[in-house]
Every structure is written in structure tokens, then in C-alpha cells.
């Protein structure tokens, strides 16, 4: 009888996720190349106008890197119609709000407005698009505003320099080695025409995708869309031609020191495909598998049964061109950093070496359904999802059917998969320790 719930049960959530979870939308191109998506819900008088432009911190020259942080705080600044300091009381005082935020590989602005705001949100992203101003007053403020973000989130906040370090040990040539927010000294050097270059090759409608998410009437945004961004200028065309890694052959061992902690830490980190490959969806299922809840695997053997360590968890950190695979562990009282290592290296063997358990599988499998359920619960979280798929995975359509990748994982592909990328000599293992960096 119990097996025949659990069935039923089962059946339920399968076809709650088949049909009820269907994103619908409508995309289309305008003449200037930018890619126009429109997600229509009228469950809530909002609607969310959002930009994501195909560039990020990978995209620079050495030298110059940061740009694309940077602007994501400079193209608040003002344009030719918005005043210095007007963008954010603007939205504020009319009901809405805003941000922004950059990745390695793009940079995502959005507006929620009530929906009798939608023309308002179109207008506001078409002017930073079309007629930003950027001078050296702006150049100057920003770069303070960045520097300040730095010393807070990065700087000053413990094991705030982790990233970077596996970043700068995992990549030799590609951009992905250098932080996002870049080097202060390549922005304080930075001139009023290198910013202005930057913006002239990227920030063109042709390298992004203008999305429009809400409650809001299909033919009236068009037209709307095309009265405020079709008279925008094409720009060139962006080539991109990052260098390839070497792969790892033979284990890296670094240390790194940090004076903001007490705790030291281990990772382990390894070079993986870039976040559209399949592959990359298998080491996020074995990334959960390892670590995802505190009966995961390496939750319940370190932390709970061995009290070796504080903390644990396995993150597939996805990327466009790679990805990074780490684990990251806090120890318990004096266990050594290289006891976890081992310990770490005993559970991925076993994935390796063999087949998860059925049972291990379907719990994985229920755990991305969930995921799935929950992903776009909200209009806001939809429209970041129909930018980020079309922009970054060339197929909008992933909305809907991502969940079906991950369905087709088999537990033999978990261990092909683990065997391919997860091997001691193509790992990065770095003591993250208390202290000063002259240390070293």
C-alpha cells in the first residue's frame, strides 16, 4: 500500500512538472539585431523590462580588465534625458525597482514596474542603451564606488579572495584567470577613450537580448519595443577569440592566505566544459549527489559521522567557455587539511569506480523536478531565464525543456562523466590558511 502512494505520489509531481510549469513567449528580431523576448502573465498587475548584454569580465584586454563590472555601475550614471543621480529615483518614485549585476560572461540590468510602467521601463533601458553619457566625471565617481565594493565583499570579508584563487590556479591563458571586478590599478588607469571604446563595441543592440516579462498587452509592447529600440544603431559585430587551456595533467598544489579568517580552508578544484555542454549537466547531478543537503554524501560521512569537518560542500561552478568543479571544506578543531583531501578524494573515487545506488538516483532525480517546480515561480525569475538561455545557451526553449537533460542522466553517465574530469592528477588542491600573503 505504501509503495503504491509513493507511485502515486510520483506520477503527480511527473505531470505537475510536464504541464504546468510551460513557460510560453514570443521572440523576434528587430532590424538592428536585438533580440526581443515577451513572456505574457497576468497573474500580477507587473511587468519586468530587462537588458542582458553578451559581455562580462572575460571580455577585455590585458591591462584593462573590470569593464564590464565597471559599467554595470557607470550606465546608472545618467543619460542624455536622465539627470546624474536620477536613475534610481525614478524608479523608486514610481513604483518600481532595479539592478544589475555582471558575470565572467554577461552583464544583466532589469526594472519591475506595476505594469501601467511598462513604457516607462522600455524607455529607461533604450536610453542607457542609445544615449548614455560618459565622461571622466562619471569615470571618477564609479571607480570609487567600485574600489569601495571591492575592500567590503572581497578585500575585507573572509575567504572573500577564495574564488579568485582556484580561478588564477584552474586558468593559465584564458580571461577567466583574472577576477571579475578586475584590477584597480588597470581601471585607475583606464582612460575617458578606452571606457568609451568599450561601450561603442558592446553595448550595441546586436549583442543583446531585451527581455519583457509581465503583465502587459503582446501587440502594444511590440510596438513600443520598436518606437524606443529600433532607431538604435547596429554595431559591429563582437568577435571573440579567447585562448584554449592546456589541460591539467599532473596535480596543482597552492597555498593561499587570508588575514580576514581563522578557519583554514581546503579546495579542491578542477577544470570543467563550458556550462552548454552535457557534460556540465552531469557534474552538477554529481555535484548534488556529493553534497546537496545534510544527508549528501559527504555532508553525512564528515560532518555528521566522522566530525571532521565544519562545513562541506561540491559546486559546479558553470562558465561559458569552462567551468570550475570544487570542493570546499572548513575542518573541525586540528584535522589536518590534507585528512579531508583524502577523505574528499575516498567519495569521488566511489563515483568513479562505480554506480550510485537506484535509490541515491531517484532521490537525485526528485531533487532537480523540485528544482525545477521552483525555478520560475516568479516573472522577475523568468525573464532572467529567457535572457540567460537565449543569450548564453542559444536556445530559448530550455526554459521548458532543461529539466528533460537532466532526466536523461544515467547513473553509467555519472561515472563516465567523474572518471573524465574528476581525476587526482587533473585537480588544483589549494590550503586556503589564516595570515598575511608575504608568508608564501
Not at 543537503?293 to 566530525?307: A, I
Not at 538516483?361 to 522577475?380: C, G
Amino acid at each position: 500500500m505504501k509503495n503504491t502512494i509513493l507511485l502515486g505520489l510520483s506520477l503527480t509531481l511527473s505531470a505537475m512538472v510536464a504541464t504546468a510549469q510551460e513557460v510560453a513567449y514570443e521572440e523576434y528580431n528587430l532590424d538592428n539585431g536585438l533580440h526581443v523576448i515577451l513572456h505574457q502573465d497576468e497573474t500580477a498587475p507587473v511587468v519586468t523590462t530587462s537588458v542582458m548584454y553578451h559581455v562580462g569580465g572575460k571580455d577585455r584586454t590585458e591591462g584593462r580588465t573590470g569593464f564590464a563590472h565597471f559599467f554595470e555601475h557607470l550606465l546608472f550614471e545618467g543619460t542624455e534625458n536622465i539627470e546624474r543621480g536620477d536613475w534610481f529615483k525614478l524608479v523608486s518614485s514610481n513604483g518600481g525597482k532595479n539592478n544589475a549585476n555582471t558575470s565572467q560572461d554577461r552583464t544583466y540590468y532589469y526594472e519591475v514596474f506595476p505594469s501601467n510602467n511598462l513604457e516607462l521601463g522600455l524607455w529607461m533601458e533604450s536610453e542607457r542603451l542609445m544615449h548614455p553619457i560618459i565622461d571622466q566625471v562619471g569615470i571618477d565617481t564609479q571607480n570609487e564606488v567600485v574600489k569601495e565594493e571591492k575592500r567590503l565583499r572581497y578585500d575585507n570579508s573572509p575567504y572573500g579572495q577564495l574564488l579568485f584563487t582556484v580561478a588564477e590556479n584552474l586558468f593559465e591563458k584564458h580571461p577567466y584567470k583574472d577576477p571579475n571586478i578586475g584590477y584597480m590599478k588597470d581601471l585607475d588607469a583606464a582612460t575617458l577613450e578606452d571606457v568609451v571604446a568599450y561601450n561603442k563595441k558592446y553595448y550595441v543592440p546586436n549583442n543583446a537580448v531585451l527581455v519583457v516579462a509581465g503583465d502587459i498587452d503582446i501587440s502594444e509592447t511590440k510596438k513600443m519595443v520598436e518606437d524606443y529600440f529600433g532607431p538604435i544603431p547596429k554595431g559591429a559585430d563582437v568577435v571573440r577569440n579567447y585562448p584554449k587551456e592546456t589541460p591539467i595533467t599532473t596535480e596543482i598544489n597552492a597555498k593561499a592566505y587570508d588575514t580576514n579568517i581563522q578557519i583554514p580552508a581546503s579546495i579542491i578544484a578542477y577544470r570543467t566544459p563550458g556550462f552548454t555542454e552535457r557534460d556540465a549537466y552531469v557534474l552538477d547531478m554529481i555535484s548534488a549527489y556529493l553534497s546537496d543537503g545534510k544527508s549528501s554524501k559527504l555532508y553525512k560521512k564528515m560532518v555528521d559521522d566522522q566530525k571532521q569537518a565544519l562545513q562541506v560542500g561540491a559546486y559546479n561552478i558553470a562558465q561559458e567557455d569552462y567551468g570550475m568543479y570544487l570542493v570546499f571544506t572548513l575542518p573541525v578543531g586540528e584535522t589536518p587539511l590534507s585528512t579531508l583531501n583524502t577523505e574528499i578524494e575516498e567519495e569521488i573515487a566511489k563515483v568513479r569506480d562505480s554506480l550510485i545506488s537506484e535509490k541515491d538516483y531517484q532521490k537525485l532525480q526528485n531533487k532537480f523536478e523540485s528544482r525545477f517546480v521552483n525555478a520560475n515561480s516568479s516573472v522577475e525569475g523568468i525573464a532572467g531565464s529567457l535572457a540567460t538561455y537565449y543569450l548564453l545557451y542559444g536556445d530559448t526553449e530550455l526554459i521548458n525543456k532543461e529539466i528533460d537533460i537532466y532526466r536523461s542522466v544515467t547513473r553509467e553517465e555519472m561515472q563516465k562523466v567523474a572518471k573524465k574530469y574528476l581525476n587526482p592528477n587533473q585537480r588544483v588542491v589549494i590550503d586556503y590558511l589564516p595570515g598575511e600573503g608575504n608568508e608564501q
